[in-house]
């Protein structure tokens, strides 16, 4: 059976990006994007070795941020819009750590989710 021969994967030279951090209570993730949604790079708490509780301390979450800027600066990006998304404490310690790297933020968005009445209680609890 003959192998196909592959492609090596060419490094993308982008001026913009978009990072996505969803910030939990328990964990940190980042994903990279292009304008039009394709995903670069992504990273999280847990890929870089915390465990447990620290996943979702602010320390571990400047990590990963600084961590995905090193990778961001090798592929030319010059500056970043920031969606923010969850009520974790990692939300603010990105944002620093992607600007202490140097990198461009052009927006700071906040995408969290809000209920609209949400859902229906529970019904009433008889004992």
């Known amino acids: 059976m003959a192998y196909k021969k592959r492609s090596k994967k060419l490094k993308r030279q982008v001026d913009l990006v978009i990072a996505n951090v969803r910030s939990t209570f328990n964990n940190t993730l980042i994903s990279i994007t292009t304008p039009e949604g394709d995903v670069l790079l992504r990273g999280s708490s847990g890929k ?3 465990k447990g509780s620290r996943k979702g301390t602010p ?18 990006v010059k500056s970043v819009e920031v969606n923010l998304q ?3 404490s990692g939300r603010d ?3 620093r750590a992607l600007q202490a790297s140097g990198l461009n933020i052009t927006v700071l968005r906040d995408v969290t989710p809000l209920p609209h ?3 229906r209680p529970p019904k ?3 004992v």
């Open 86 to 88: 969850g009520p974790g």
């Open 48 to 50: 870089l070795g915390f």
């Open 93 to 95: 310690s990105v944002v």
């Open 117 to 119: 009445n949400g859902c």
């Open 124 to 126: 009433k609890r008889r």
């Open 59 to 76: 320390f571990a979450a400047s990590q990963v941020g600084s961590n995905l800027a090193k990778e961001m600066n090798s592929m030319g």
